[in-house]
């Protein structure tokens, strides 16, 4: 047995050369998760996206003006599509499934399985709550030992331990892997301190090369699907093809608190959004644009409202005849194909739509341009392109992938 104090020597030496980059023995950590849609009844899918981007707005307004983020809300539990990844925390380490949300930066547990305290946890002297478009949590402030993927850990997470939860039917909580900006007011007494992701304290401690969080989901046409991946700390090669292109956070409030670009569309040659603020969201399911936008491509593919699901419907010739829909970031194009713009046609009764109808993926915003958030790059999007978070270099990243131009649809 070694004394202790050369063990925490032997430690510390093996910490600082964890710390040296280039001994990194993993450059990136890979977790799988998996998709779950849960739509209850007409006009669920979208009601339920819309209320999303009305609390993803009011929040980025409200911080913008200086009011506490605790103060508004983020939706993420009452969405249509969930996204849920197993982590562990403690040591040994406890599994929690937890929902992974772009759009909200909290990490915590408690919701379904109790925390399980083990000899790494700390309280804190902090409280902490965030309230979520349907749901809230508040709780204590623990730190705590986090696994993820290839058994790779960050010490010292934060973690939200709930005490009261509602509106987390059937997961243990969040892991939240937005800007660390959004924490800000959620803890008590210290309201104005930001918590750092577990991204964020992967690449402190040099588990990770770098402060990013790589996303990676192939279109699907199941109800629950496991094929997706999140890449902490790099980007893996065999989920996309090409170069990722780049393109830096914007600096239109209130895009700029979330993972927010600058963005045009064009359906064909039209030009239906001009360059504008909004966001890249995993928690919202589909392609939000705002309501004038929605009206020129609602006339130029021909589609009318339907009544039933609230989504756009396309007869068969229309949609033969429908164009490509290009959406530019910088100087990059990034196209989604005719069959890239419709719901799967398998999940369209689980939408409360008609299996032999086809409906288009691009929807309303509820308001109109220029309000600083005017389209919302959801999850229909992102499983047609690899998306890259990267709080390093401030920057958001698309790359095609093999599944871009796919006709599962
Ligand atoms: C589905 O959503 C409803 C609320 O809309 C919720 O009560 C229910 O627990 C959810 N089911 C699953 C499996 O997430
Ligand atoms: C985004 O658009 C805004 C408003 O036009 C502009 O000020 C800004 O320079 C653009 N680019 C970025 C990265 O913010
Ligand atoms: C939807 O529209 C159809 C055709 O116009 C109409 O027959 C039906 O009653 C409407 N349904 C609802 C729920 O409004």
Redesign the pocket.
């Known amino acids: 047995m070694f004394p202790t104090a050369s063990l925490t020597t032997l430690l510390l030496l093996a910490l600082s050369v964890a710390a040296n980059p280039i001994v990194i023995r993993d450059s990136f950590i890979k977790v799988p998760f998996a998709k779950?849609l849960?739509v209850?009844g007409s006009f669920d899918l979208i009601q339920k996206d819309q209320a999303r981007a009305r609390a993803l707005k009011a929040h980025g307004a409200a911080k913008a003006s200086g009011l506490a983020a605790a103060a508004t809300s983020i939706g993420v539990t009452?969405v249509a599509q969930?996204y849920v990844a197993s982590v562990g925390v403690g040591s040994p380490a406890t599994d929690y499934s937890l929902l992974i949300d772009t759009g909200s930066s909290n990490t915590w547990v408690g919701a379904g399985k109790k925390y399980v305290k083990t000899s790494t946890s700390k309280q804190t002297s902090n409280r902490v709550s965030v309230t979520y478009g349907s749901g809230s949590f508040s709780g204590t402030e623990f730190t705590d030992t986090v696994s993820l993927g290839n058994g790779l850990t960050v010490t010292g997470q934060s973690i939200g331990v709930a005490s009261t939860s509602e509106g987390f039917?059937?997961f243990d909580g969040i892991l939240g892997i937005g800007p660390d900006a959004l924490t800000v007011g959620t803890l008590s007494p210290s309201t104005q301190s930001t918590i750092p992701t577990v991204t964020d304290n992967l690449a402190s401690q040099g588990v990770i090369p770098s402060d990013l969080v790589a996303v990676s989901f192939e279109p699907t046409t199941s109800e629950s699907d496991a094929n997706g991946e999140l890449t902490f700390g790099g980007t893996d090669s065999s989920k996309f093809t090409g170069s990722i292109s780049f393109t830096s956070i914007t600096g239109t409030s209130p895009a700029n608190e979330f993972w927010g670009i600058n963005e045009s569309i064009k359906y064909g040659s039209t030009t239906i959004l001009s360059t504008t603020a909004g966001i890249v969201d995993t928690g919202t399911t589909l392609i939000l644009i705002a309501t004038n936008a929605f009206k020129k491509y609602e006339s130029a593919t021909g589609a009318t409202l339907d009544n039933e699901t609230g989504l756009l419907k396309i007869s068969t010739a229309n949609f033969n005849k429908l164009s490509n829909l290009v959406f530019t970031v910088g100087s990059n194009s990034f196209t989604l194909t005719p069959n890239a713009q419709i719901w799967p046609r398998s999940l369209n009764t689980a939408i409360g739509g008609n299996a032999n109808s086809i409906y288009l993926v691009v929807n309303d915003i509820g308001s109109n341009s220029g309000e600083g958030l005017d389209f919302i790059n959801g999850f229909t999007f992102l499983e047609r392109f690899y998306s890259v978070f990267d709080t390093t270099n401030n920057r958001v990243g698309f790359a095609t992938t093999p599944f871009t131009t796919a006709t599962t649809n």
């Open positions: 779950k849960n209850t009452n969930v039917d059937g």
